[in-house]
């Protein structure tokens, strides 16, 4: 009975979606976005990482890849080896936490010894919250890791810490940091999520900060009495981030609660209306959460119903694939896919198609051999290469 009532719930949300979203987000509406109509396959290039999540390629071409469960690992041809973390503050692994983003800082992409920032969840399942770390990886394994920020606010349980990361050309860091939870979850007097829309919290944000770890100046919500890191708000849990290095725009995918998943075109001093703004429904009571549109606040591209629970993003300027340039690539957790979106070059959708990888897909990244790369959220994760056929 519950698995039925979830089935007409979504059912319901879908059909009223279609009805009534507004013209920016209505491409997603009636369900399942079609085939992909490129010819193309995936190819493993490596396995046996456990639960892998985030990916960077070093400049001579191999890979380092976090997994959840708190270790690292080097793509070494068609193999992982476990890279030691030293001075790792102790990651907290509880439900959605755990060892999550990693980026390496852009001056020293083809250096031997580059800096290396991760997200991990740190702390104790009464009081935990996303932290940024940075070391430098000398070939062999990462040194010296110094907690760089951590979020302001404690939360309790395993729910929602978000996050990626993404330079800027200013030299800038992006973090997304998620909502904190689902009800009944509470943080001080107010339901979790609602602090999404409390500038005095870092909660439901896209923090922008310096290279080691402190508010960029030029934030624009501080002169409104925000945080100083706060870039952008009204965030649930953004878990793809990525910028297209044609046009500069910034893309976020993130997660819903029961249905509305959405993609966002992120600006800076943005309100993405989260909790008051939203296209899904309360995972217990299934009533709508929010309004689809709110005056002052930003809409998603994309609002797709059913939710694929979208996690890495890519925006592809390759050459493998000629057709796919200037396409956005968002992966699926649930529909075990990776959804394209289409843009014209206002930034405006112009259509989406589907593939079908089959397992839970955490992170789209195209590799610096032009190809899409994506890693598989399994026991036995994968590293795939996406091929033409």
Known sequence: MPHLRSLRATAIAAAMLALSLPAHAELAASGEPPAAKQAWRAVTVAEGVRQPWGIAWLGDGRALVTSKEGSLHILNGQKFDEVALEGMPKVFTGGQGGLLDIVLHPQDAAKPNPRVYMTVATGTNEANRTTLVQGVFDGKKVTGIKTLFKVSTDKSGGQHFGSRLLWLPDGTLLMSVADGGNPPLRIGDRLAREQAQNPATHLGAILRLTDEGKPAPGNPLAAKGALPEIWSMGHRNIQGLARDPVSGRIWATEHG????????????????????????????????????????????????????????????????????????????????????????????????DRLAIGERVRDVKQGPDGYL???????????????AQ
């Open 373 to 387: 790369y994506a890693l598989t959220d399994e026991s036995n994760g994968k590293l795939l290469r996406i091929v």
């Open 257 to 352: 609660p029961y249905g509305g998943d959405e993609l966002n075109l992120v600006v800076a001093g943005g309100n993405y209306g989260w909790p008051l703004q939203g296209y899904g429904a309360d995972y217990k009571t299934h009533e709508p959460v929010g309004k689809h549109e709110v005056a002052g606040m930003i809409g998603p591209s994309v609002a797709w119903v059913p939710s694929p629970a979208p996690s890495g993003l890519a925006v592809y300027s390759g050459d493998k694939i000629p057709a796919w340039r200037g396409s956005v690539f968002s992966g699926g957790l649930a529909a075990k896919d990776i959804r394209r979106v289409a843009l014209d070059a206002a930034g405006q959708v112009t259509g989406q």
